[in-house]
C-alpha cells in the first residue's frame, strides 16, 4: 500500500545499568524502543523510527544515477588488465602501506581484553601515581575498551539519597582501603547487581577490603579529581 509505513531499525548493546540513558537519548531523536534483551553482561535494545518519504522526483533521478554508474562500471571493468577472475583484491601499489598481520609487541588487539599481561601501558599504570599523566593517556588511547586486572575494594558509600546503589573506588591489589599505588578506579551509580558477580563463593553482598578479578569497560578519566571512571562488565571472587 502506497500509505504504508516503512522503518528503519537500529540495534544497540549497552553495559547492563546504562540502558536508561541509551534509551532515552535515542528516543530524543525519534527511535522507538521495540525490544529489550537483558544479557548476563551486556543488554540488546532493538529500536525503529518511521523512514522519512522519499519524492518521486528523487527516485527518478536516483535510478538514472545507478544506470550511468552502472556504464561507467563496465567500462572500467573492459579497460582492467583482467585481474584476479576470482574476485580478490589487487595487490598493493609500491610504497603503500601494508596493514600489520600482527599487533606490535605487547599491544591488545582490538578485541582481546587488556591486562597487565598482554599491555604494557596498562601494567605500568597499575603501579604509577593516581594523578599521573600516563592515567589521561591511556584513557585517551583505550577508550571503550575492556580492562582486566586483580584488585580490591577500597571505599565504597551509597549513591547521593540512594540506599542500594553505590559509589565504589577500587584499586590493583589485595590491601583494600590501605592501597598507595596506581589509579583511583571508580564505579560509579551502580548496585550489587551490576557488578555481575562471578566465581566460586559467590557473596551475598560485597565490602571494603574484598578482593576481586575487576573486568570492566574504560569509560574516562577525571584529571581534575584524579578518578578513572569505569563500567562493570564483570567481577569474579578471587
Known sequence: MADEVKYEYKVVRTVRGADG????????????????????????????RPKPPVPWRLIGAGAAFIVVLAAVIGTGVALGDGGDKKGTSASPTAGSEKPSATPSAGEATAT????????????????????????????????????AFDGSIRYMAPHGDYRTRYDFLLGPGDKGS????????????????????????????????????????????????CLFRLAPVSTETR
Open 21 to 48: 540513558l541509551v534509551i532515552s537519548k535515542l528516543q530524543k531523536d525519534g527511535w522507538e524502543l521495540v525490544e529489550q534483551l537483558p544479557g548476563k553482561l551486556r543488554t540488546t535494545l532493538n529500536f525503529r
Open 112 to 147: 582481546e581484553v587488556i591486562t597487565p599481561g598482554n599491555n604494557p601501558e596498562f601494567a605500568a599504570l597499575l603501579k604509577a601515581d593516581s594523578c599521573g599523566e600516563p592515567n589521561a593517556d591511556f584513557a585517551a588511547k583505550y577508550q571503550g575498551r575492556t580492562i
Open 178 to 225: 590501605q592501597t598507595t599505588e596506581g589509579p583511583n578506579f571508580k564505579y560509579e551509580d551502580f548496585n550489587t547487581g551490576d557488578l555481575h558477580l562471578t566465581g566460586k563463593d559467590v557473596p551475598a553482598s560485597v565490602a571494603v577490603g574484598d578482593k576481586f578479578r575487576f573486568v570492566a569497560e574504560v569509560v574516562e578519566y577525571n584529571p581534575v579529581q
